[in-house]
């Protein structure tokens, strides 16, 4: 389990690494004006945090496991976490969530006004496809990437499922819509952080499916976990407000199943997530572990 | 003159009937949902209006200049339209601008809700770029117009422009501040329309300079006429709210030169435009025509 958390980290480090450096030379492009500089403190205020980079570190892992070098990947890594970014932003704004903090720090919002946070989320978006155009892989790969992006995070991929997630909260909804819900949410990104890193290694086959499998999978997972926390969490450690989706009076995997069947569920999920990584062998022995700490995670 | 409408009837007619077709298609692609339904609903509401598509023409003749068809640009000319559309409805979100009305209908938010306008203006800009991803151009092209498109729209671009907007409310600008707001705000949309149109043609060369040196100057005229018609106009010519720029004690060349200076300002812009077209010959005639029937308009 050590081993997890310390490749965990590495990527993580190196990834923070990167991205800090990346948003540090966007100043030094032209045209600059207050606009553009006001938008580099808001996107660099929301986008360089403490959180867990399971997006990139799933990016760059699988990079790896495709016989990449998981730093080919990188700026596939940072153009999934700004479009993760930049749904936290727009999903905190007040005709939305209305959270006031996100991962311990004042949400965009509280920090730079309403109209700006807007803003800065449309300019992560924006940046998104910047980066990858502007990266030094081929164009194919670029291209590659910026279908692989555009289908998860777009009006049939995350934006539907926060549509959804909306409607969860005024109309009943039942188990099969929750599924649906977090699957496009949640899952689509996550199983885009896989598909990136293998796009990245330039790899569209069998290795590329295992990787959509196993990441739509701990995806779905994932979010049933951060329903349970949800309930079970406490605000300090989450570093966001908690009792959201009861006070919201959302229908989750927790209120249709309860906490109980809803661990065993996302567990089970795990399960299956695993036994796609048998095409790896135990090369892929971190992401094993990796998707059973997700699953038991307190944050 | 009649020459001049004509052809732009004929592209709008051209890019109408393509952008309908393919905003059809959307609900044909998986997966699709009850938010993926909504969101393909509330993008075709605001893309498919009765818009006069100076981006789309710009485009699409410009790749006839450059030795194409202007039909290889079609894809280019969508994702630069829908790039636009996008920021028209965030714009009018009431955090932006709080307008009700746009192009002659009930703007995003007051159709489908606040919460859901946003997440339509996020589906469109993450739409334009699986647009460019996914359509037939070489993958050099679409590498190309992803830049160039993300780079015009984002945060030294268009959203820089914006930022600028809104504080232009609050501080008393000057000059070169509305100068550079408008060049952002509204020429670099503009600029790019002409780009892609050239990238589309795969010319990168002096035609290409002279597109985006034609297209940044009508750009900035475009702005400032807009600005003289939100004093001289008609809402109900302009099919949204007039007079909001007064309203709002907002810094414009109307408020800082006077109408009389501003049009002159506006003239001469199209002046100098029009001589980065001599590369072309008389080829150009329909943009000669065009830039000044824009500075004539009257909405």
Redesign the interface.
Known sequence: MADYKSRLSFYADEFNAYAEAQTES?LS????????E???EA?KYSLITSGKRIRPALCLEFCRLCSGDYRQAMPLALAVETVHT?SLI?DD????DDDDYRRGKLSSHKKFG???A??A???L???A??I???CDLD??K??RA??I???A?????M??????D??NESVKADLE?VE??D??KTGEMIRASGLLGCAAAGEYGEKADAAESFCGKIGLAFQIVDDILDVEGSSEELGKAVGSDEKNDKSTYVSLLGVEKAKALALSLTDDAVKALDVFGSEADFLRELAYGLVERKK
Request: hydrophobic letters at 45%; aromatic letters at 8%.
């Open positions: 966007l492009k032209e045209p600059s004006s207050f606009g553009s006001l938008m580099v996107m930049y727009h704004l007040p005709c939305m309403y109209a700006n807007l803003l989320g449309d300019a978006l924006t940046l496809f910047e990858i155009a502007s164009d194919g670029k291209v910026a279908k992006l555009s289908s995070a777009g009006y049939r991929g934006v539907a499922g926060q549509v959804m909306l409607r819509c649906l819900t699957e496009l």
